[in-house]
């Protein structure tokens, strides 16, 4: 099974700030890639799929790069709502493994 | 637009069984698989499972292998996750999620979740 890993597990931001949360892969998964936000008591939603593509309605304040098995997740100008917790996932290959996660919390 | 409406929950004692509806509306439900993940309290995603309805195949995770079934019911929309011997540590909130189209096969619309708690 591919590992996901994710860093930093948490952090704390201010409205306004940027932040950058990275995943890595223990194998290359091309471009299969996918960036979930989950917010306390509610199911995980999808923001970026296939590395750096916008789900709809999604605001383009994310944005998503990466190659191979390094990912990173960019958020610009947070917003209140932003503050939540953030999941990659590998779709390369069965089974379509979760990275552990990532808080954000406000500073 | 698809949307994903799960059973309430549930409280089983160790041992015993369950079963997770999802209904789909909107949409045509065999032309996408639908996946299952749960989480356990406080903790990660951990996929569990997925069936692509049309075919009627479905994949577990090793770790539920000889556990878990999934499958599908073309005539109500309805997937479901069947759960046997149940443990304390299945206790979590099971999803089930459409995966999207596309190669990144990501998972584009969720289920609100079921609670299922393992208790005696």
């Known amino acids: 099974d591919i590992q996901m890993t994710q860093s930093p597990s948490s952090l704390s931001g201010s409205v306004g700030d940027s932040v950058t949360i990275t995943c890595r892969a223990s194998q290359r998964i091309g471009f299969y890639l996918n960036w979930y936000q989950q917010k306390p008591g509610k199911a995980p939603e999808l923001l970026i799929y296939g590395t750096s593509n916008l789900q709809t309605g999604v605001p383009s304040r994310f944005s998503g790069s990466g190659s191979g098995s390094d990912f990173t997740l960019n958020i610009t100008s947070l917003h209140p709502e932003d503050f939540a917790t953030y999941y990659c996932?590998?779709?390369?290959?069965?089974?379509?493994?979760f990275g552990p996660g990532t808080k954000l919390e406000i500073k | 637009q698809v949307q994903l409406v799960q059973s309430g929950a549930e409280v089983k004692k160790p041992g015993s069984s369950v079963k997770v509806s999802c209904r789909a509306s909107g949409g045509t439900f065999n032309s996408y698989s639908i996946s299952w993940v749960r989480q356990a309290p406080g903790q990660g995603l951990e996929w569990v499972g997925d069936i692509i309805p049309l075919l009627g195949a479905a994949n577990y995770a090793k770790s539920l292998q000889g556990r878990i079934r999934i499958f599908a019911d073309g005539s109500t929309n309805t997937a479901y996750m069947e759960l046997s011997s149940l443990r304390f540590e299945d206790t979590a909130v099971y999803y089930c999620a459409k995966v999207g189209a596309g190669p990144a096969s990501a998972f584009d619309i969720w289920g609100q979740g079921t609670m299922v708690t393992v208790s005696s």
């Open positions: 996932q590998q779709s390369y290959s069965a089974p379509r493994t």
